[in-house]
């Protein structure tokens, strides 16, 4: 039986647990262009691969004081999931319950809470809060419960810039900011990543390069010998804006976080994009130029042509017009005498002068073939400079400097992990500010699968909280649990069904 996205599961979440006679069941609203979801699009395990049911996990909802719902981020089942997670702690916690958020940084939090109040119109709220293109279909339903429920939604998440800027400069470099930017990410000197968690994060890693293939060991050295050869100058103002690009990591794009479907400008998958990209662009150029060339050289050619054959007509016509000219004047000479046009004396001038008319036209002619002959060196050698950079853009970038973590000794680490330590802290700090609060943080599967990320960080800065992890995985066979790829990924491991239309193609932030 099909059903709208959010309408399934309200049978069985409703009224499960002690506190939920006190509450109705709210539907959420439902957004035009969602994805349908049915009971048969996922099944839920435990975490050693047992089948579980809805009543299970809302058992263990009313035991806890914050759960992580890991998403897929194009993922309708996701989704789905984290509705009915929301309403069903609503149903269990009432006003106590808040919705935290890896999609809204703490610099938009005051937004945020400007749009639950009522202050600002939705269409203000989604202009300033810099929420993602998928907010609408994915996210806005949640926004609004919390909105319609007066519950409290925390814009998590450190700002993307500060993330980068610890890729870019390691984590140190965090301490320039104002104290206005630090109240925006986690309390510094933040913690680094554990052992376990560097070592998933090292797999994705190696996963995700070898995706990538290693180029053959000839061309990899032809590719050095090359770029040690190529350090010529290109325009300024093109390198300049590559390196720019390559820093600051502005694509089409296309900016992402290492987040499980969400993609981040600074990894390994994105950088192998990025140089497809700028390789694909680079050869389109470089066949504009070969296309030029040969327009040149058919220019030349066809110059040649002309100029010989404007030769020959100028000293056709020349020898044609010099006798009327020499009809129509008399060269005076001396006193008064003038000298006979027929005249052999006057015909040896007359030569002459054909014949110094003739090298000036051919020295002009020469100079003019030079100076194409010389634009098209130039052009050469601008295509070769041209290689050379695009050579190097396109290879391998260099791996990020040893930061001053505690684990995995680079900076995309450290900025995954200011990321962890953000929501954790942002988490830890509502869970202080309002006592008995129970939160559910919506965030991507990386960042709270098997307990690492967020909720070790969360457990560093608020000892004691009770949580548990639902982690979204996508799959072909949603009733076959995979132990290799399955187990321990979370307190309860919902499978979806990966043939569903995924909410988004291409996200930006």
Known sequence: MHIMLLSLLALFFAGFSPASSSYSAPAFAVVADTVEVTSEHFRIYRSDGMPATIADVQAALAKIDVVFVGEQHDDPVSHFVEREVLKDMYNIYGQATALSMEMFSRDVQYIVDEYLAGLISDAHFQQSSSPWSNYVTDYKPQVDFAKEHGLDVIAANAPRRYANRVTRMGRQSLMDLSDQA????????????????????????????????????????????????G????????????????????HAGTEHEMEHGEMDKDSAEYKKMHAEHMAAGMKHEMAEGEHKMEGMKHEMAEGEHKMAEHKMEGMK???????????????????????DMNSEEHKKMHAEHMAAGMKHEEGEGEHKMGEMKHEMAEGEHKMAEHKMEGMKHEAPAAAPAPSSGQHGGDTMLDAQSLWDATMAWSIAEHLTRKPGSKVVHMVGGFHSETGTGTPEHLIQYRPGTRFMVITMKTTDDINTFDPEEHAGMGDFVILGDASLPRTYGTRTR
């Not at 325009?235 to 690009?245: I, N, P, Q, R, V």
């Not at 016509?317 to 008399?330: S, V």
């Open 182 to 229: 630090l109240s925006y990410v986690a309390p510094q000197p933040y913690g680094g990543a554990s052992e376990t968690y560097t070592a998933q994060w090292n797999k994705v890693m190696a996963e995700a390069m070898a995706s990538m293939g290693a180029a053959p060991k000839e061309e990899d050295a032809e590719m050095k010998h090359e770029m040690a050869e």
């Open 231 to 250: 350090e010529h100058k290109m325009a300024e103002h093109k390198m300049e804006g590559m390196k720019h690009e390559m820093a600051e990591g502005d």
């Open 317 to 339: 016509h020349e020898m044609a017009e010099g006798e009327h000219k020499m009809a129509e004047h008399k060269i005076e000479m001396g006193e008064g005498h003038e000298m």
